[in-house]
């Protein structure tokens, strides 16, 4: 049954490499007219290509894997929550840009990004506030938790699933700088304990995107 369950997520994830590939491939002539910011080219049709590829996999295997079922366990939680994830957020926010000032460190790349006319922005806003939250916490904090929790159980493999896809969601985003790449990991283990606590994928995504919009106003 878990060799089974395996080689699902393994053709699962191929289709959905495969999709996001092509997609990016044919969005990004399009999005390089439309948009007039190079920074933003990369994030956000990566994004877009990804969602796309998400939601096809999701639909492919809406049957084999109980899609639908699960959906509704990620979605409904305690609302409780939601107000402790976003407090966690918050102060691990103000402790990086404490951290970042003393340092003298600003965040380039973020000013780069968070330019443009009315249409550029929209689309920025609509990836860092809505597709990368909903992408990276259903591939970090769902597909990489579940399957790291499938092989084996117990607290230690817990902790290092945790660990490994909290150390590869950082790794994804290393135009920030050290000291966000550190914050971003450890803002990853807090979105991991609180998807854990709550049994809901919700919590981590509305955290996710909670902390995006503090990144992008601190410019």
């Known amino acids: 049954m878990m060799a089974k369950k395996l080689l699902t997520f393994v053709g699962l994830s191929l289709v959905f490499f495969i999709v996001a590939v092509v997609t990016a491939v044919l969005l990004m002539p399009q999005l390089k ?4 910011n190079d920074t933003a080219i990369s994030p956000v049709v990566s994004h877009i290509s990804t969602f796309v590829a998400l939601v096809l996999t999701l639909l492919i295997s809406w049957r084999r894997l109980n899609v639908k079922s699960q959906l509704k366990s990620y979605i409904s939680c305690d609302f409780r ?7 966690g957020v918050l102060i691990l926010f ?51 938790l579940n399957i790291g ?4 159980g117990g607290w230690i493999s817990v902790w290092l699933t945790i660990v490994i896809s909290c150390g590869g969601f950082a790794l994804l985003h290393t135009q920030y700088g050290y000291t966000t790449v550190i914050y971003l990991f450890v803002l990853a283990v807090w979105f991991a304990i609180v998807r854990i606590k709550s049994q809901s994928l919700s919590v981590p995504i509305v955290a996710h995107s909670f902390a995006s919009l503090l990144g992008s106003l601190n410019i």
């Open 33 to 36: 007219n439309l948009l007039n």
């Open 94 to 144: 103000i402790l990086v840009t404490l951290v970042n000032k003393l340092l003298g460190i600003g965040n380039p790349w973020v000013a780069d990004l968070m330019r443009g006319n009315q249409i550029t922005l929209a689309f920025i806003y609509f990836t860092i506030l809505v597709l990368a939250p909903l992408n990276e916490e259903i591939i970090f904090r769902g597909f990489a």
């Open 81 to 87: 929550y939601y107000g402790i994830s976003l407090v």
């Open 149 to 152: 929790n499938a092989i084996s």
